[in-house]
T-cell receptor, first 113, second 114 residues
Framework: AQSVTQPDARVTVSEGASLQLRCKYSSSVTPYLFWYVQYPRQGLQLLLKYYSGDPVVQGVNGFEAEFSKSNSSFHLRKASVHWSDSAVYFCAVSMPNYNVLYFGSGTKLTVEP | EAAVTQSPRNKVAVTGGKVTLSCNQTNNHNNMYWYRQDTGHGLRLIHYSYGAGSTEKGDIPDGYKASRPSQENFSLILELATPSQTSVYFC?????????????FGKGTRLTVV
């Protein structure tokens, strides 16, 4: 069975600061990995995804994530956050050949002016 | 443009009543999903479908039924609604094609059972 852990329920950073949101997964095989963002009263939007190859993947709006097989992690980063980045961020995994996404509990990001 | 449309967007139901949440996708995706979102739990999978006529149980199917009458439509049915089913429900459609995998979500249905 697979599971996804986002250890930080809430993160607060100042505008212009760098950001890292943590995600760890538990799986017997390397899964496909995703980060989604949810703005208030909205559905989820894909930020980026990882399947194979270069462990650092680029996403939309300056986000990137790094896959680490040794640490079973897929942390999300951004060099300089903007107030509009305030949202809830979800890490998700999918097993190869099993077409279902499993989500972590989410991290609520607040960007202070 | 990819679209997943849920209806209704908000619903108040009485305990013991029947509730049907509807989802329509215009993405021609084979797979469709129903999740519920609760604080501290993220999104949890209720039911999913691989195509018209198929439904599969997810992680929390108790108290829910699903119906996939066509490629485009996927419904979630609460035969006897309970207050514990008060939540926000999300429908998604997707196709898994390696690096071209795409999964799109609707905007959610806020259900309150009183």
């Amino acid at each position: 069975a697979q599971s996804v852990t986002q250890p930080d329920a809430r993160v607060t950073v100042s505008e212009g600061a760098s950001l890292q949101l943590r995600c760890k997964y538990s799986s017997s095989v390397t899964p496909y990995l995703f980060w989604y963002v949810q703005y208030p009263r909205q559905g989820l939007q894909l930020l980026l995804k990882y399947y194979s190859g270069d462990p650092v993947v680029q996403g939309v709006n300056g986000f990137e994530a790094e896959f680490s097989k040794s640490n079973s992690s897929f942390h999300l980063r951004k060099a300089s956050v903007h107030w509009s980045d305030s949202a809830v961020y979800f890490c998700a995994v999918s097993m190869p050949n099993y077409n279902v996404l499993y989500f972590g509990s989410g991290t609520k990001l607040t960007v202070e002016p | 443009e990819a679209a997943v449309t849920q209806s209704p967007r908000n619903k108040v139901a009485v305990t013991g009543g029947k509730v049907t949440l509807s989802c329509n996708q215009t993405n021609n995706h084979n797979n469709m999903y129903w999740y519920r979102q609760d604080t501290g739990h993220g999104l949890r999978l209720i039911h999913y479908s691989y195509g018209a006529g198929s439904t599969e149980k997810g992680d929390i199917p108790d108290g829910y039924k699903a119906s996939r009458p066509s490629q485009e439509n996927f419904s979630l049915i609460l035969e006897l609604a309970t207050p514990s089913q008060t939540s926000v429900y999300f429908c998604a459609s997707g196709d898994y094609r390696g690096s071209n995998t795409e999964v799109f979500f609707g905007k959610g249905t806020r259900l309150t059972v009183v």
